[in-house]
């Protein structure tokens, strides 16, 4: 069979060829022909089309040139592609209204089977959605035939000269053929509409279908049982022929088939089941070494050990029946209860493993419910009993739509099964699972809480009153959504439960999985965190993406109907007249996620294999570096909003708005990144380089689109904007080079030498091993100072990096050598005079107020003045610790009384 697949492929592959091959030998030939007709005689009549470019006789007889749009092709040429395009869309549109009579004639054909009514609702949405590609074909031809009447111009008024009739006939045939391109989309549309009231149509048929077999009601009674009887009889003998004579058809004459349909079932049971186990146990497995567990690890092994062996369990019987079906063992009239009978198995195995992991009747430990060991084990066997009595009566009942057997017998079969079911909920009501009061689930347990039996207690007389009353359908949809829908959304809020604690800070580290992560990749208590929070988001779509059509199949949905609006949630979400698609969107995010790791990777290529072998400086390499981010990140947000389909036309608008906010509101934004890429080009500084501005000044750390990073000596990030480093001045100790200056200044008394002191500076700055010896040290008279001689020691350095090192060895070494040749340094002197007054008047006033003579006076005088320069004894002790004391001089002090002496 796949041999006979790839034949077929290769035949189709080079028909496909050969009529590509055609196609471009008629287009070479129609492009050898002459573009155009020249005639000797002017008056002579040209082609019913004039094709571009050619002379065209004016109304006064000259020439005029007739200039064609851009991109149109020659008059044949254009007949003949607008013929065919119109061709193609009248067969597709006469198809397609033929299939919309076909359709609307099966839709009432089928009114009563709702598998049918799905289909042929997909069929509609199908047609429908194909004539919107008969618009779609037309409108470059009609955009083309617009530009082109455009380009000829409105016909001539009354009155003015008569216009060629080469041109009045291409006048004429583009807008006939306007008209028909406007007729056939027309027809489109009006088959577009015709599908969506037919799906519109198709929907109410359902739903009313759907009502009606639930309340419809039918008449019990001793006739009723007595007719189900006898068709019970008749379906027996009917099913005994039909399976018997199956089933000896196939071992007499499909042994084989059977053989290996038993050997390859067996060995799928092998690998799905026995490997689930083998994979996933550490997921389901119980630990029983007495410990009590969490009620996270309840929570999850709860979840996986209902989730994975029923996964493995419908993958098997899945497989089963597709092998079944491949080696032609199965029947028209026997595939579909082969069909719901493994669904069923299915199920009862899917709310089995639920029970046993929500009740764990025989480890305690585990169970998340607080009941004794006895309810555990009644509510295990109910519930097991309630979910094979529904399983029986959907086998039940597919097995009589098979057969054709009466009505009254389904009516039956359903009775009896509600009535098992309501019976069996009555029970449930009336048991006592409930934990004890000591707290010992090994004692006898006590009544339910009276919510919960009078809800079952009306649940399951209900269902029986229902029944009796001849409610049969609407009794067997309430028992089904009772047994499968209530297992389903307990499944769902088990796994509610499992993703909410599992997201729950410092919780996932104690998981096998976070421990598995932990050790495995190293992470630390937030990368974990963050992992159990998207491990708990993971859980929570998976619980919606399995419960969510399980629900919805349950309540009489077919699985077309997801499908459907599942195509529609991921690729048709209208809002207004604009259209979102999920999976473009999707899409699109993935492209530039791609795109943006082939950026980071061919940046470390780069920088990495090219850049670092031509030993480029480190800042170039991440100017470098950094452009190529920049553009790789613009270049992947082309290609992820091309691929997610986005129209850049109709964001015209927006980007119009977005330009004139640009112009106030973000103008510094702008300022700033613009300046930012000035930066990278011209590259005033690079990562590395020490810079001062007017208000910092450290090592660039980072150059980025906004700021630049700039760290300072005292290891502080400070983050300057690029706008203020371009309209700012900014020095570069590095700019070009490293080399640089080291400037010691040095005071020696009056009575040094100076040019001794120019040669022990010069020998000291030569000794050090940093110091350059070209450009050669120097040694600068700077000036007479207050108390010194000024003078500055200047010599360069490769590295101005080292500047701070060199400045202390060579001031050291200074201060050492001046010590031992007795040089001295010296310290601040102030001469201060205090002139008390004149003429003795400020004495006399002194004497009158301290009643004693001139000395007196002048004592007290100097203790006033004393008083005002000798500080407080705070702000003295403050003073010493802020300053070196200076050495201070005594002063003579004349007193002009005559009378007094100063005082040394």
């Known amino acids: 069979m796949r041999f006979d697949r790839l034949i077929t492929l290769a035949l189709a592959a080079l028909l496909m060829i050969w009529t590509a091959g055609a196609a471009l030998s008629q287009t070479a030939e129609t492009a050898q022909a002459p573009d155009a007709v020249q005639s000797a005689d002017p008056a002579q009549p040209l082609p019913e089309a004039a094709p571009s470019g050619t002379v065209a006789p004016a109304a006064d007889g000259g020439a005029t040139d007739i200039p064609a749009a851009p991109g149109t092709q020659t008059a044949p040429e254009a007949v003949t592609a607008v013929s065919q395009a119109i061709v193609a869309a009248e067969e597709k549109l006469e198809a397609a209204e033929a299939d919309m009579t076909r359709l609307q004639q099966r839709v009432e054909e089928n009114a009563e089977n709702d598998t049918a009514l799905v289909d042929l609702k997909l069929e509609a949405e199908e047609l429908a959605r194909s004539m919107l590609d008969v618009g779609v074909s037309l409108r470059p031809r009609q955009t083309e035939i617009k530009a082109r009447l455009d380009q000829l111009g409105a016909p001539p008024a009354e009155g003015e000269p008569a216009e060629p009739d080469t041109l009045k006939a291409e006048r004429t045939r583009l807008a006939e053929e306007r008209a028909a ?158 069909a719901v009978a493994l669904a069923v198995v299915v199920g009862i195995y899917f709310v089995s493993k639920l029970a046993r992991a929500v009740l764990s009747p025989n480890m305690p430990a585990w169970r998340l419910v607080n009941i004794s060991n006895s309810g555990a084990r009644l509510l295990h066997v109910m519930v097991v009993a309630l979910v094979v009595v529904n399983g029986l009566d959907y086998v039940l009942n597919t097995v009589s739509q098979t057969l054709d057997s009466p009505v009254v017998l389904t009516v039956a079969k359903g009775l009896i099964a509600v009535v098992l079911m309501s019976l069996i909920l009555i029970m449930m009501s009336m048991g006592k699972p409930m934990l004890a009061a000591s707290g010992d689930p090994a004692d006898s347990g006590q009544r339910w809480p009276r919510v919960i039996s009078t809800t079952l207690l009306l649940a399951g007389v209900g269902l029986f009153l229902t029944a009796l009353l001849g409610y049969i359908g609407l009794a067997r949809f309430v028992a089904t959504q009772i047994v499968v829908t209530g297992a389903i959304l307990t499944m769902m809020y088990i796994g509610y439960l499992s993703g909410r604690a599992i997201s729950t800070q410092e919780t996932f580290a104690g998981t096998a999985i976070g421990r598995w992560l932990e050790t495995r990749y190293q992470l630390g208590p937030m990368a974990l965190d963050q992992a159990g929070l998207a491990a708990g988001l993971l859980i929570n779509l998976l619980v919606l993406m399995l419960g969510v059509p399980l629900i919805l199949l349950q309540w009489g949905f077919q699985p077309q109907d997801i499908e459907l609006w599942f195509y529609r949630v991921m690729t048709d979400i209208r809002i207004g007249g604009i259209t979102i698609s999920l999976v473009g969107i999707f899409f699109g995010v993935v492209m530039f996620i791609i795109g943006l790791i082939v950026t980071r990777w061919f940046q470390r290529w780069l920088d990495g294999s090219v850049m670092s072998r031509g030993r480029m400086d480190a800042g170039v390499r991440n100017s470098i570096k950094t452009g190529i981010g920049y553009l790789g990140v613009a270049i992947a947000g082309l290609i992820g909003v091309s691929a997610a389909g986005i129209d850049m036309s109709n964001l015209a608008l927006v980007a119009g708005a977005l330009s004139l906010g640009i112009g106030f509101g973000l103008q510094n934004i702008v300022s700033n990144f613009v300046s930012g890429l000035i930066l990278l080009v011209e590259r005033p500084f690079k990562v590395g380089d020490w810079v001062s501005t007017s208000t910092t000044e450290g090592f660039v750390k980072k150059i980025s689109v906004r700021a630049t990073e700039i760290e300072t000596f005292t290891r502080q990030s400070i983050i300057v904007p690029n706008s203020e480093l371009i309209n700012s001045p900014v020095g570069n100790w590095t700019h070009r080079n490293k080399l640089g200056r080291v400037d010691v200044p040095i005071g020696v008394s009056y009575d040094t030498d100076a040019r001794k002191l120019i040669e022990i500076l010069t020998e000291i700055a030569q000794g050090h091993d940093l110091v350059l010896r070209v450009p050669e040290p120097v040694v600068h008279f700077s000036g007479f100072g207050e108390s010194s001689l000024d003078f500055v020691l200047k010599c360069h350095i490769s590295d101005v990096l080292n500047g701070i090192t060199v400045r202390t060895e060579l001031s050291l070494r200074i201060l050492e050598r001046l010590n031992a040749e007795n040089i001295e340094i010296p310290f601040p002197q102030r001469d201060l005079n205090i002139k008390l007054g004149e003429d003795g008047e400020v004495l006399a006033v002194l004497k009158e107020k301290t009643g004693g003579g001139p000395a007196a006076a002048v004592k007290a005088s100097r203790a006033k003045s004393a008083s005002k320069l000798v500080p407080a004894p705070e702000t003295q002790a403050g003073t010493q610790r802020r300053r070196r004391p200076s050495k201070a001089k005594a002063d003579s002090m004349d007193v002009d009384d005559g009378g007094g002496e100063g005082e040394k």
């Open 181 to 338: 391109i406007n007729a056939l989309t027309g027809r489109a549309e009006a088959v577009s509409v015709q599908a969506s009231e037919l799906g519109d149509k198709i929907t109410s048929l359902r739903r009313d279908l759907f009502t009606n077999t639930l309340i419809k009601r039918t008449e019990l009674g001793p006739g009723l049982m007595s007719e189900a009887y006898v068709a019970l009889n008749d379906e027996i003998g009917q099913l005994e022929r039909i399976y018997g004579s199956w089933i000896k058809f196939i071992w007499l004459f499909k042994w084989q088939a059977v053989l290996a349909w038993c050997f390859f079932s067996l060995l799928a049971a092998l690998v799905l089941v026995a490997g689930a186990f083998r994979v996933f146990g550490w997921l389901i497995h119980r630990e029983t070494d007495g410990e009590e567990p969490s009620y996270t690890s309840r929570l999850s092994v709860a979840f996986w050990s209902t989730l994975i062996p029923t996964a493995a369990m419908a993958a098997l019987a899945g497989i089963v029946y597709l092998l079944a079906d491949s080696l032609s063992l199965l029947r028209r009239d026997v595939a579909p209860v082969i």
